[in-house]
């Protein structure tokens, strides 16, 4: 599903792979095929960037709900997202899910939130040097927009 809502003067976008109920919720799943990595919310220090990369892995689910929600209306505490693996050789509910706050005990959303603020507020001002990441090298392997932010050269 193509999404886009506009939120203090900015359009954001994205293409959803697939939006179902799971367990009564609404879930946003992601198509991967590549291994997952670890990682751990708990460790998520939002005013401590350095903690971004460990704890969250990717910025893409929390996207995908901070998008949905405004796109929508949608509460965005009713709403899960995980990504499912496809290159598994059984996958089950329980483990496609990887970004589910009923499990993860807390809902991590409006600490997501305040990283996409953060960072729009970065990439928006001129005065503010900005960085994709602490781990260039991890972070920006795949990302289809190292030309345009200028991280090519690790490639």
Same mark, same amino acid.
């Given at each position: 599903?193509?999404?886009?809502?506009?939120?203090?003067?900015? =359009?954001?976008?994205? @293409?959803?792979? =697939?939006?179902?109920?799971?367990?009564? =919720? $609404? *879930?946003?799943?992601?198509?991967?095929?590549? =291994? $997952? %990595?670890?990682?751990?919310?708990? %460790? $998520?220090?939002?005013?401590?960037?350095?903690?971004?990369?460990?704890?969250?892995?990717?910025?893409?689910?929390?996207?995908?709900?901070?998008?949905?929600?405004?796109?929508?209306?949608?509460?965005?505490?009713?709403?899960?997202?995980?990504?499912?693996? $496809?290159?598994?050789?059984?996958?089950?509910?329980?483990?496609?899910? #990887?970004?589910? @706050?009923?499990?993860?005990?807390?809902?991590?959303?409006?600490?997501?939130? @305040?990283?996409?603020? *953060? #960072?729009?507020?970065?990439?928006?001002?001129?005065?503010?040097?900005?960085?994709?990441?602490?781990? #260039?090298?991890?972070?920006?392997?795949?990302?289809?927009?190292?030309?345009?932010?200028?991280?090519?050269?690790?490639?």
């Amino acid at each position: 599903s193509d999404l886009s809502a506009e939120v203090d003067g900015f =359009r954001f976008t994205g @293409r959803l792979d =697939r939006i179902e109920r799971r367990n009564g =919720r $609404l *879930t946003i799943l992601d198509y991967k095929t590549g =291994r $997952l %990595k670890r990682i751990s919310y708990r %460790k $998520l220090i939002p005013e401590d960037r350095s903690t971004w990369q460990g704890a969250i892995g990717s910025l893409q689910l929390p996207y995908y709900i901070y998008l949905y929600s405004h796109a929508t209306g949608a509460d965005p505490a009713e709403i899960d997202a995980g990504y499912l693996h $496809l290159g598994s050789t059984g996958m089950s509910p329980e483990c496609e899910v #990887l970004f589910d @706050r009923e499990h993860d005990g807390e809902d991590m959303y409006p600490a997501f939130e @305040r990283i996409i603020r *953060t #960072l729009v507020a970065e990439i928006t001002d001129p005065a503010v040097p900005f960085s994709p990441a602490e781990d #260039l090298a991890s972070a920006c392997e795949y990302c289809e927009f190292a030309t345009l932010c200028g991280t090519r050269w690790l490639q």
